[in-house]
């Protein structure tokens, strides 16, 4: 386990202060500070050795996480609550199909957004049901979603329909940076909201009286309740709010994707359990991740591509997924998940 | 008496219903007449000798699914890789079965038995990582079908090694040789027989063995079954390597019954499928062999009722979503009864409590 406490020296500056916290974090994050440098430098030096193609790859890194990222902060909210998701492979599926007929009849992808992430919020709605109210295994009930969201948008899924193009947003002065400007200044808007997400929601869960009793049901719902939190009530509407979340990873994937297509998600509903994990259950650790696992995703895509290798396109194909469980084995022995995930509550 | 009968009967037959009537639901609303399609259903899959024999074909890799994830259950674990150990199966027993030049005897069982492990070593991965660096076995046994799926694709593609000289583009392996495949005899496909009695031997494993009652104890109670001088890494992993033997034997009899060659992209979502089985089976390996017969019917069926309604074969998912959902779920049940009695556990199984910390 990681040391997180600091020697508490009475009376320092608040400038002081912050210089430790920041040494704190850092201390805490060894490994992520170490990988986010290394990959940062790597850039670097492959940008010196070819800037179109290193630019193509950080920028689809930057792309490929969107998606991760919100379906990630959706297992992130309902496990800080105290249940499993595992149904958001499902959940992202109804999302990105009811934001595709949407956004296809309407013509609107606000429309669209609407539809995506109400339809989403409503099957997140019905894992809390299954979850509090029937006290049914968590993991079936994520089940029983991956299996009805795969079953129905194949079911209903109508061949040859578009949407509307996803607009490009550029930040104007920043985007024609080298190498950063293509990164991070020229995205569509379902990426720079997963960014958004982030900083939100950090901000809400460690920062605000919601946050602090959402944590609280995740980690020992029987102390939340005797100091007046209605855990029910709680896990209610965090999973609901945890769905929409699921519903805006499906519009990502439509961003990226053009159009719905059947099992498009492509097991990134559990990948985003991994990155979850490997993000330590916090929101600033899934950024870091859902970029990680981008940049295998863009190193594996660009390789294949190019044919740079001869390799066959089935072994590129396998890497994320082997990196998942590589990543979770290695990382997984020091995570801690809430205490209280997977345990319906019993208020006697 | 009445309790049994509730949980074992009454419980799966409601969720059947239920589950139909909601698939009739959505038949409706997407412009075709239920009674057409369930009626093409039920022709096509118990209309003529041929169409029984296509059932039983169907059903027999879901009972070999479905003993998969209820052999698991017993152990606590829940493998949902029973997609891609499926697929391993079928590609190793299409290699040992068009590589090797054997006598019947031999090369029937051989080829099945080389199935089965090719299954069980991916099992064992997914096991060996619970065990030892808590690795959840959901996310890697999920993780390992895309593996799997990408590996057996590559074996017989174009630069694979297993690929049939003859079939110009198409991805597929050479065709088994006579004596790997297995016969029909009349409408009845033998693969369903070699099923049944896998059945037979996995209730027995599970019910009357000493590796059964450790399965068992670790599934219960970890802590209790260390105590009790059970090694809880040895169990997992034995558990999770036999619980994806059977998942690939499914495979192995599906290419040596019925294909009689590996294909890439055959049979998906046969992992999902042993999900629903298994608990509608209330995860009894007997009681397996009907649960898998209910769905391979409407697998069965589907072609026909496509074929006079246009209702694509996806229903039948959603119907299985529903039958999941309500068999897990009793309480709806009873509600839907208006039954004043309990109706008892649905599933009596527990895998999210050992999803947060020990």
């Known amino acids: 386990m990681a040391a997180t406490s600091t020697p508490t020296t009475p009376a320092r500056s608040s400038r002081d202060d912050a210089v430790s916290r920041a040494a704190s974090v850092l201390a805490d994050n060894r490994a992520g500070v170490a990988i986010g ?36 902060l959706c297992g992130l909210i309902g496990e800080r609550s105290g249940v499993v998701n595992i149904g958001i492979e499902g959940q992202m599926l109804l999302g990105a199909y ?57 079911f209903f899924y109508v061949a040859g329909r578009t949407m509307p193009r996803f607009p490009q947003w550029s930040i ?31 901000v809400a869960l460690f920062h605000t009286r919601w946050g602090l009793r959402t944590r609280a049901v995740g980690e020992h719902p029987g102390a939340a309740d005797t100091v007046g939190v209605r855990i ?54 899934v950024l870091g991740a859902a970029l ?42 020091k995570a801690r998940p809430p205490a209280a995930a997977g345990r319906p509550y019993d208020p006697e | 008496m009445r309790a049994v009968w509730r949980q074992w009967v009454l419980l799966p037959v409601v969720a059947v219903v239920a589950g139909l009537v909601a698939g009739a639901l959505l038949i409706l609303i997407s412009g075709d007449n239920p009674l057409t399609a369930y009626g093409g259903m039920i022709e096509g899959a118990f209309g003529s000798s041929d169409a029984l024999g296509r059932t039983l074909e169907k059903a027999t890799p879901l009972i070999l699914g479905g003993l998969a994830v ?59 990582l619970k065990a030892t660096r808590g690795t959840h076995e959901v996310i890697t046994t999920i993780m390992l079908n895309f593996v799997a799926a990408n590996l057996t694709d590559w074996l017989v593609s174009r630069d694979g090694p297993w ?7 198409v991805a597929r392996s050479p065709h088994v040789a006579d004596s790997a495949a297995l016969p029909r005899w009349g409408f009845l496909p033998v693969g369903f027989l070699v099923a049944v009695a896998v059945a037979a031997a996995v209730w027995w494993v599970v019910n009357r063995s000493v590796l059964g009652f450790e399965i068992s104890t670790v599934g219960q109670n970890a802590r209790a079954a260390t105590y009790a001088g059970i090694s809880v890494v040895r169990i997992t992993v034995v558990a999770m390597a036999i619980s994806a033997f059977l998942a690939g034997l499914g495979g192995a009899i599906q290419t040596q019954g019925v294909n009689g060659r590996f294909e890439p992209g055959f049979n998906s979502g ?68 208006r039954l004043r009695q309990d109706i008892g556990v649905g599933t009596n199984v527990d895998l999210a409590a050992g999803w947060g910390a020990k």
Request: proline share 4%.
């Open chain 1, 292 to 333: 990680l696992f981008g940049l295998f995703n863009a190193v594996q895509a660009q390789l294949q591509f190019k044919q740079a290798l001869d390799v066959p396109p089935q072994f590129f194909g396998m890497i994320p997924f082997i990196l998942t469980i590589a990543v979770l084995a290695v990382a997984g022995v």
């Open chain 1, 37 to 72: 440098i290394a990959v940062v430098v790597l850039a670097l030096a492959s940008y010196q050795w070819d800037g179109v193609q290193t630019t193509a790859i950080t920028a689809r890194t930057v792309r490929e996480a969107a998606p991760l990222i919100l379906a990630a």
């Open chain 2, 70 to 128: 209820a052999f698991a259950f017993k152990a606590g674990l829940f493998n949902i890789g029973g997609q891609g150990q499926l697929l391993l199966g079928a590609a190793f027993a299409a290699w040992a079965g068009f590589d090797l030049a054997l006598p019947t005897v031999l090369h029937i069982p051989l080829a099945l038995v080389v199935g089965g492990l090719a299954g069980a070593v991916f099992g064992a991965i997914a096991g060996l």
């Open chain 2, 163 to 169: 690929k049939d000289p003859d079939s110009g583009a």
């Open chain 2, 270 to 337: 046969l992992g999902f499928d042993g999900i629903t089985i298994a608990l509608l089976a209330r995860t009894n390996a007997l009681a397996v062999i009907p649960a898998a017969l209910l769905i391979g019917a409407m697998d069965a069926g589907s072609t026909l009722m496509q074929s006079r309604t246009d209702v694509p074969p996806e229903i039948i998912s959603v119907i299985q979503g529903f039958i999941l959902f309500l068999v897990a779920a009793p309480s709806v049940v009873r509600w839907l009864l």
């Open chain 1, 98 to 154: 009811s934001g595709f007929m949407a956004a296809s009849y309407s013509g609107s992808l606000l429309v669209g957004l609407v539809a995506a992430v109400g339809v989403a919020a409503l099957a997140g709605l019905f894992l809390a049901w299954a979850a509090v109210a029937l006290r049914m295994d968590q993991i079936i009930a994520g089940t029983v979603i991956n299996i009805v969201g795969a079953g129905a948008t194949s």
């Open chain 1, 232 to 285: 029910q009530r709680l896990r209610y509407v965090n999973l609901t709010l945890a769905g929409g979340l699921s519903g805006l990873a499906g519009m990502a994937l439509l961003q990226s994707a053009g159009a719905f297509d059947r099992g498009m998600t492509a097991g990134r509903g559990f990948i985003a359990l991994a990155v979850m994990i490997f993000g330590r259950w916090r929101p600033t650790g």
């Open chain 1, 172 to 202: 104007p002065g920043l985007d024609d940076l080298p190498l950063v400007g293509r990164t991070l200044f020229n995205h569509g808007p379902l990426t720079y909201t997963a960014v958004l997400m982030v900083l939100v929601i950090h």
